[in-house]
């Protein structure tokens, strides 16, 4: 996924015809903690290219990324929350109509303790 974020940054909206297939893969991987945040850096590179065209993977998406910020403490990397706090915030408008599950989240995560 390194490789492809790379190559995504280069070609930006160019990998368009590309998306589905390659997010089987993201989808197919997704369960693996350590690729984690090499998906969740496609994920920003994909979402700085495509903008608003990114709109239609965002439903799959939302709940995969709430998943891991609702990891009890012990078992989630805080390199990995960065990164998917990073992700929700590069959806921008996008994410609006999942704001009511996004929310909860989020606070639940700053309440945790350090």
Do not use: M
Not at 51 to 70: M, Q, S, T, Y
């Amino acid at each position: 996924f390194q490789q492809l974020s790379i190559f995504v940054a280069i070609v930006k909206q160019h990998i368009r015809p590309y998306l589905p297939q390659i997010f089987e893969l993201v989808h197919e991987f997704w369960s693996q903690p350590a690729l984690q945040p090499q998906i969740l850096t496609f994920i920003e590179e994909i979402t700085i290219a495509l903008k608003d065209e990114f709109k239609a993977f965002i439903p799959d998406l939302v709940p995969k990324l709430l998943g891991i910020l609702n990891l009890s403490f012990g078992r989630r990397s805080p390199i990995t929350c960065l990164k998917v706090l990073r992700v929700l915030g590069l959806f921008d408008a996008n994410l609006e109509p999942y704001l009511h599950i996004t929310i909860p989240s989020v606070v639940r995560l700053a309440e945790q303790p350090d």
